[in-house]
């Protein structure tokens, strides 16, 4: 006779697990009655493998034996939910949740049974543990490896760049462009011409294959065709945005390419002054009549200012007065169906430039000064070429240059006045020359003067005195009667001597026969006439405070004898 299966006691971790508040993470179905039972059902909604885990036996500790499973009994109706004695009837049933999805804790021991034996299998994992057991830790799923990260698509290019016409005749067309601006990283594959006849927009295309260079010739052409060509930038995103030609264009030979013969004296920068007249002439080459057209700086020209005169052969600009906005570079282009050529003009206009910002004093010391100054704001439209840097002294207040044509912007003044005050002004120069204005120390040098004491040397005084000596002595002579005869001497002597002449040691006094000069040491004694009583010995005599001295001669005055053949 089977035995009847023992009541089932419950643990107290059980007991603390029915106080315990029930997790709520999905709502609760209705709750289901259920007949009691002595033994749990076979039966439950957990698989018969995950059983044993979702719960095992009882402990030995809880004083409940397990049935063997031969003598349990039959198991309910499937459609029946058993209820474990002592339970609330009101508890969620978890018959139909998997054991994998919800921890042991949260199921209570009756819903998973055993379902091969049939034993009495009451308890849950957490039905005999302590009340202070921890809850069994959620399995650990692995995430799959993630798939890598498509690049980004690729994106088309910019459209190209200024599309021209390189060359065209009654065949063929050839044009050349620049590359996009935009790339991208995908790189560039090449580029595909296409051309349609003006006023359709079947657009045929001229390559089979990509072309990797900025130019092509589209050939097999027809002329009288008037044709508009596009290039398309190609890359691995696609096809760029067509950059087409300014204007259709005429398949046909052009007689005469236009050309600008620029002037050498026009190739390189043009130099006028404020104030001068403009007028350049520039020949051109081009048949049919090339249309002429003119910029500033890629701007239309201001014909309130600038005159233009275009004829067959060459094209005039004129400005009648000059001003610093006329400063630019002026393009020239001349155009014969699609063929252009074009030429760039740089006009400079200047003038006298502004003085220095501001200069001043920065040190003075013994004879010198030491100046320093800032460049002008404004150059005259033309670099600064040098500066003149003046002084003037406060006394008169005439301005002198010290320096001229000077680079830096310091400079030392030398070479000041003792005891003088100072002021210095700067001017500018540039290649017109120097500025109007200039700029002015307000501090004043001063030239310290020192006290010298000067003692002149002194010297003893030269004894000039000299007693009277000839220089030149009286020669004897021989005179003729009734011809003036002249005895002459020198003598020096200091003080000046005073000179007298003796004949026969006897004064000659103030007698009028006789002539006596003296002229600077130069002694003379003039006989008028002299008769043959006038010979004899004359002594001239040179006395002073030191001494005299004395020099004489002997004149003899001859007769003139005429014979008797003579009478």
């Not at 043959?532 to 001669?553: H, L, M, P, W």
């Given at each position: 006779m089977p035995s009847k299966p023992a009541p089932i006691k419950k643990s107290p971790a059980k007991k603390a697990a029915e106080k315990a508040p029930a997790p709520a993470p999905e709502p609760e179905p209705a709750p289901v009655e259920a007949p009691p039972a002595e033994a749990p059902p076979a039966e439950a909604a957990a698989p018969a493998e995950e059983a044993p885990a979702a719960a095992p036996p009882a402990a030995e500790g809880d004083g409940a034996p397990v049935a063997p499973a031969q003598d349990a009994p039959a198991a309910p109706p499937a459609d029946e939910t058993p209820v474990q004695e002592g339970l609330d009837s009101t508890a969620p049933a978890e018959a139909d949740a998997p054991a994998a999805d919800a921890p042991a804790a949260d199921a209570p021991a009756a819903d998973a049974p055993a379902a091969e034996d049939g034993a009495a299998a009451p308890a849950a994992d957490t039905a005999d543990a302590p009340a202070d057991a921890a809850p069994a830790e959620p399995a650990v799923v692995e995430e799959p490896p993630k798939a890598p990260t498509p690049p980004p698509p690729a994106v088309p290019t910019s459209a190209p760049l200024d599309v021209s016409v390189e060359d065209v005749n009654d065949s063929s067309l050839t044009i050349k462009w620049k590359t996009p601006e935009t790339i991208g990283d995908s790189g560039l594959d090449g580029f595909t011409i296409e051309y349609c006849k003006d006023g359709t927009t079947d657009w045929v295309v001229a390559q089979e294959e990509l072309t990797p260079v900025n130019r092509y010739c589209i050939k097999n052409l027809t002329a009288g065709d008037l044709l508009n060509v596009r290039v398309v930038a190609v890359n691995p995103g696609?096809?760029?945005e067509p950059a087409t030609l300014a204007a259709p264009v005429p398949i046909r030979e052009v007689v005469d390419r236009p050309k600008i013969k620029m002037p050498r004296n026009l190739r390189v920068r043009v130099v006028r002054q404020v104030g001068e007249q403009i007028n350049l002439v520039i020949p051109f080459l081009g048949k049919p009549k090339p249309v002429v057209s003119w910029l500033k700086d890629g701007q239309p020209l201001d014909t309130k200012r600038v005159n233009i005169r275009n004829s067959d052969k060459d094209s005039i600009m004129f400005i009648r007065t000059s001003q610093r906005d006329d400063s630019g570079v002026y393009e020239m282009s001349v155009k014969v169906e699609s063929f252009e050529d074009k030429a760039p003009i740089t006009i400079q206009i200047v003038e006298l430039p502004g003085p220095p910002t501001g200069v001043k004093l920065v040190d003075s010391w013994g004879f010198n000064a030491a100046l320093e100054w800032t460049p002008p704001k404004d150059n005259g439209n033309t670099e600064i070429t040098g500066y003149t840097v003046q002084k003037a002294d406060r006394k008169t207040g005439e301005w002198f240059t010290v320096l001229d044509h000077y680079h830096r912007l310091t400079a030392t003044v030398s070479d000041l006045i003792m005891g003088n005050s100072y002021s210095f002004r700067v001017f500018a120069e540039n290649k017109v020359g120097t500025s109007e204005r200039c700029a002015v120390t307000k501090a004043v040098a001063?030239?310290?003067?020192?006290?010298?004491?000067?003692k002149p040397p002194e010297y003893p005084e030269h004894d000039f005195s000299e007693a009277p000596k000839f220089t030149t002595s009286l020669s004897d002579r021989a005179a003729t009667v009734g011809y003036t005869t002249k005895l002459l001497c020198s003598v020096r002597g200091s003080p000046k001597p005073k000179i007298e002449w003796l004949k026969n040691q006897m004064v000659i006094g103030d007698d009028p026969k006789f002539r006596k000069l003296s002229n600077q040491g130069i002694c003379s004694l003039e006989i008028r006439k002299p008769?043959?009583?006038?010979?004899?010995?004359?002594?001239?005599?040179?006395?002073?405070?030191?001494?005299?001295?004395?020099?004489?001669?002997?004149l003899e005055v001859k007769q003139i004898i005429i014979s008797e053949k003579g009478k």
């Open positions: 696609g096809r760029s001063t030239i310290q003067k020192t006290g010298i004491n000067y008769c043959s009583f006038d010979g004899g010995i004359y002594t001239c005599r040179a006395k002073n405070a030191q001494g005299e001295a004395t020099v004489s001669c002997k």
